[in-house]
Structure formats: C-alpha cells, structure tokens
C-alpha cells in the first residue's frame, strides 16, 4: 500500500502542474489584464477631473490653467507603464514568470493581491473556514436524508412509496442550485413572504458579544439556507446511489443462502446486506464533500453573500487579481488531489480485500 500511496502523491505533481499550465496559458488570451484595469481607472478618474475642471473654468468666466489639458488626458507616460509592469512582474516572458510562480507555490507562497493590501495566503486561510463549513454541513445533510431513504426505497421497491418518492429525487436532481437558492431566498428571507432567515452572512452584527450558546444558535440560523440549497442536488444522488447499492447486494447468491437458513430478513438485511453494500458509500463520503465543496461553493456564496473561497476566486477572475486567482486555484486543485487519495484509502480501510497494489495507477 505504501508504493501505491507513494506513486499517487508523485503522481500529484504533474496533475497540479498541468492545471495550472492550462489555466496560465488561457489567461495569457485574455483581455483586460490587471495593468489595463489601472490604466482604465486611471483614465476614467482624469476624465472626470476634466469634466470638473471644464465645468470650473465655464462658471469662473474662462479662467483655469491657461489652456493647458489634465497629464491623464494626454495619456500616462511610458515609464509609469513600465514601473507598472514591473511591479507585477509583466516585464518577464511568459515562461518565466510561469517557473516562478510555480516555485513559489511549491513552497506555498502565493504572494500578495494586486488590489488587496494583505497576502494571498492569508486571504485563503480567512475565507476556507466558510467554505469548509458549507460543503461539511452539507455533505453530511446529504448522507443522513439519503441513506435512510435510499435503503427505504431498496426494501419497498416497485412501491407507491417508492415510485412517489423518486419522483421527488429527480425533480429536486432537475433543480439547478443557484435556483433553488433564490427561491429559499424569496419565501423564507423575506423576499416575498416570510422572513424567517437572515439574508447573507454567517452571523449577526455583535456576534463576539454573544453567549457560546447564543452563538450556535445565531450561526446555525445562518446556515440553515444555504446548507439546503447546496444539499440538493448531492441528496437526490446519494439517494439513487444507496438504493441501487442495496439493490445489487440484495440479488447476489449468499442473501439468497441466508434467506435458505432461515435467517429472519432483518438479519439478512442489517446483518449481511448493509456491510457490503455501505462500502461504496461509505468510501465516496470524501469525494462527494469535494463535490459540494467545489460545485456549489461559488454559487451559493454569491447568493447568500457568503464571504469563501468560490466567492474569492470569481472576484478574483472578474478583477483580473492574478495572485489571488491563480492561489486559490492552487489549493482547489491540490485539495481535490488529496482528496481522491484519501477517497481511495477509505475503500481500503473500510474493505481490506480491496488491492490498490495489484494495480498499474
């Protein structure tokens, strides 16, 4: 096990790399850098200067600077243009500035923002918290509605229960999350309806003031939302999944030898069947939390004006914050390596029949 656990974390380095040489290479074609965001904001600040300076001189009767026009509206000088490349680090080739980045990022040292005034590090470790919490939550959401329901399904199937209630499972499945998010949002914090919920955040002003009691209670009534509206889609799955399990054990040859001993059916089922068939399960639990973690972070956050790790990287990108952008990138992709890893350690740990060692990957 420890040579294939070796070859897995070897195997890391060149997977994170070529995320990250794809995602350089694409920002590379991509206009509207963060030095034409300064020089945009720089022109439009000259132009409303200009704008006041014009309207200045119209009511003082012509007077001003004796013609002269505002040094931003003849455009920057070069020099500006380069001390500002240099600064982050544009004057280099491409490649260059690759190898360095990844340099530092083997040592993790994402650098500082671009607009932001702390480093990128730092930023990472203040937002992980809410995001961790939204896919931990959720994920565990998830398994306790699904597996009940889904063996429920497996005992009682062809049903009335069973028809009605995948019916539901795959409307809920049909439901896109950012959807489902507004709609929790618009009857339930006070949209339209009720105001039950708060609308964004995580907590409420005065939170360190707060009793330890008080505080649970005002972060749970936080979460309540936004833990829903992403446990949808990962409930609806896991549900067909744990039925569908339980299905295939429960046709296999040795349900039908116990049944032949005369084992009652509770003890064929929780004494046979649920081991084996919780396996996959069981072992998917780090997989489908970095499911969650990575496909309902971004959205969710946004919605619910939840301050993560999804929310972090989209402004990121959208203003063009390098460092922060490509950090967080870094760690998405790092942690879902080392989750995939831990996923495959589960099915090991949990079944020790199972021999990654035999295999070639």
Known sequence: MGAYILRRLLLMIPTLIGIMVINFTLIQFVPGGPIEQILAQLDEESSATDRISGGGSEVGGGGGNNGETYQGARGLPDDFIKDLEKQFGFDKPPLERFFLMMGNYLRFDFGESYFRS??????????????????????????????????????????????????????????????FAILLLVLFAGGSYWKLFPLRGLTSDGFDDFTFLHQIADYLWHIILPVTAST???????????????????????????????????????????????????????????GVFFGASLIIEIVFSLDGLGRLGFEAAINR?????????????????????????????????????????
């Open 118 to 179: 702390i480093s990128v590090a730092d930023l990472v470790l203040e937002k992980m918290p809410v995001s961790i919490t939204l896919g931990l939550w959720s994920t565990l959401l998830a398994y306790l509605i699904s597996i009940p329901l889904g063996i429920r399904k497996a005992i009682s199937e062809g049903s009335r229960f069973d028809t009605w209630s995948s019916g539901i499972i795959i409307a809920a499945y049909a439901i896109p999350s950012f959807l």
């Open 232 to 290: 949808i889609g990962a409930f609806a799955t896991l549900t067909l999944l744990t039925k569908n399990s339980f299905l295939d054990e429960i046709n296999k040859q040795y349900v039908t030898t116990a049944r032949a001993k005369g084992l009652a059916e509770r003890q064929v089922f929780y004494g046979h069947v649920f081991r084996n068939a919780m396996l996959i399960i069981i072992a998917g639990f780090p997989g489908a939390f970095i």
């Open 321 to 361: 914050d390098y460092p922060v952008f490509f950090g967080t990138l870094y760690v998405f992709g790092l942690m879902g390596l080392v989750i995939g890893l831990v996923s495959d350690l589960m099915y090991v740990w949990i079944d020790p029949r199972i021999d990654f060692e035999s295999r070639n990957t």
